[in-house]
């Protein structure tokens, strides 16, 4: 058996690292009964507050449908609002209610001391500036994924 290919060891690293990253995810915010796709929710709406279910889809990398079951959910446990868009009727522009955005708050001050006990820098030097280096590289290969992506949802050329 060969060794993989480095890019091959890279696409096996990230994913296992997205995994733990996503589990480390899914267990902090259980505290405050959120599941990831509805704490994203709450993330993009108080992000930018009135935006469409196609927008949300397009942020959330899923389908509109997948989007519409969440947020009736979430309609329903009070914490989203929908209204029809007047530039559209066929559309609704989704915003927090009261309680989703103090969940979120709640959810959010939790995700960010988590991810500081994760991901904090080392104390010295040397770690800023790997970590300054490290998030450069992954800037570059983010552009690249994109780029890829949007390639990947172009039609099929016959």
């Given amino acids: 058996m060969t060794d993989p290919a480095p890019a091959e060891r890279l696409y096996d690293t990230l994913v296992k690292l997205f995994l ?14 959120l599941t990831l796709p509805r704490f994203h929710v709450l993330q993009h709406l108080h992000r930018e ?16 449908a997948n ?9 329903a446990d009070g914490l989203v609002s929908r209204r029809l868009n007047e530039r559209d009727r066929r559309s609704y522009l989704l915003q927090l209610t009261e309680q989703g955005a103090d969940l ?14 994760r991901f904090g820098d080392t104390g010295d030097d040397g770690g800023r500036r790997l970590s300054h280096d490290l ?24």
Wanted: proline share 3%; charged share 20%; with cysteine.
């Fill in 20 to 33: 733990i990253v996503n589990d480390s995810d899914r267990h902090v915010l259980a505290r405050h009964g």
């Fill in 49 to 64: 507050p009135g935006i469409s279910f196609a927008q949300l889809s397009a942020l959330m990398l899923t389908d509109r």
């Fill in 67 to 75: 989007i519409s079951r969440i947020v009736r959910g979430m309609e």
């Fill in 104 to 117: 979120y708050a709640q959810a959010s001050a939790t995700h960010r001391e988590d991810i500081t006990l």
């Fill in 135 to 158: 998030l450069a590289q992954l800037g570059v290969l983010r552009n690249q994924l994109e780029e890829h992506l949007e390639m990947l949802r172009q039609p099929a050329a016959c």
